[in-house]
């Protein structure tokens, strides 16, 4: 997981064009390009050619589709494109006042030491950031409303060079959004199926801002040390674990196949649907989980309320929910996503929740290590 107010949407709107007129077939121009070594990522390909680097992006939900190609080349050159460039959206790099639809890239961007190119947000009221509302409140960043529903004149008003954004499955042209001329960088990282995976976006990202070098070494440090934490739990007996609650009619299971399902593996948990190979969260009856969950050792619950959760109010939000071992025995563990940088952090630093993971399914293992993201429910 970024001078003139009207200039850059018109220069956007004319790039766009060039872009439309930008020579050859992909698979004809990439000759002669280098491959971007990508060794997790599965929704992203990066070429490096004379003059620019091409990066494909995947459809997530059909991946013998493509979602959308960009070329990145250097800004101020876009007037001066090389010759037979690939089909793709045309983006100035390094991009320096981006609006960004979540602070999860914001959070990475920061990290990277690009933190000056944020000059819009939206959901800003569901950030966990200080500095972000610090900042909004000062008038240096400007608030975009809703990432489901901008404000299209504020985003104008901002003309950044690009708007970082979530897809969704048949997300189609974004509405007005789609129609301002501005780039649109879709951040599908989310829909990778490795914890490593979703990680490895972040070099795309140092490359879109200017920081390919400390994107590269930062993802080297986090893979190291998510490699080395995985080997600590080899030979271990795997605790069952549960995660969740159910909300209204249905208890959504992360599938093993998804980031959360192959951490767990990779913590040294029996996954109780460890057989459900999706990559995504799927909706069951609750009697259904409960019933494979009864028996879990331990439960993981992430949940964002104005108080902690507790005993007390699971036992008043079901019954079934007391009859379970974790509970009998103390064993939940919870992650108030209001009060931590849960959604902030560990889709670019799976390290660090994956030692959360094995504190707790395997506490002799870290026996200094404090939990970063959940705590014991009281």
Known sequence: MYSGKFYVVIISAVLAFLTSCAGGG???????TEAVSMKYARLLTLHEGEGFIS????????????????????????????????????????LSHSVFGGSVHIGLIDQLGAYSSV???????????????????????????????????TIIDVAPDAILLSPFENSGSYGKL???????????????????????????????FGKQRE??????????EYNQLKTLVKGKRRPTVVTEKKYGSAWYVAGAGSTVGQMLADAGADYIFKDEKSSGALPYDPETV?????????????????????????????????????????????????????????????????????????????????????????
């Open 119 to 153: 000059s819009g947000v939206c959901d800003l009221k569901f950030m966990n950031i200080k500095k972000i509302h610090t900042d909004a409140r000062n008038g240096k960043i400007h608030d975009c409303g809703s990432s489901l529903s901008p404000d299209i004149e």
């Open 55 to 94: 990066a494909e992006i995947k459809n997530p939900w059909d991946t013998t589709k493509i979602l959308h190609r960009y070329v990145l080349v250097p800004k101020g050159q876009e007037k001066e494109l090389p010759e037979h460039l690939p089909e793709g959206d045309i983006i100035g790099i390094p």
């Open 290 to 378: 409960f019933d494979r969950a009864q028996q879990a050792q331990i439960w993981l619950i992430k949940y964002n309320q104005e108080k902690p959760l507790s005993y007390s109010q699971l036992s008043g939000e079901w019954t079934n929910y007391t009859r379970m071992d974790a509970f009998r025995n103390r064993n939940i563990y919870g992650c108030d996503l209001g009060k931590t940088l849960y959604y902030e952090e560990t889709p670019f630093h799976p390290n660090l929740l994956l030692k959360d993971y094995i504190k707790i399914f395997h506490p002799e293992i870290l026996k200094d290590y404090k939990l970063r993201y959940y705590k014991c429910l009281e």
């Open 215 to 224: 994107a590269d070494s930062l993802f080297a440090s986090i893979e190291k």
């Open 26 to 32: 992909t698979a004809s121009a990439l000759e002669g």
């Open 178 to 208: 789609g129609k301002l001329g501005i780039p649109l960088i879709e951040c599908a990282e989310y829909m990778e199926t490795s914890p490593l995976g979703c990680a490895e976006w972040m070099r795309f990202y140092g490359l879109l």
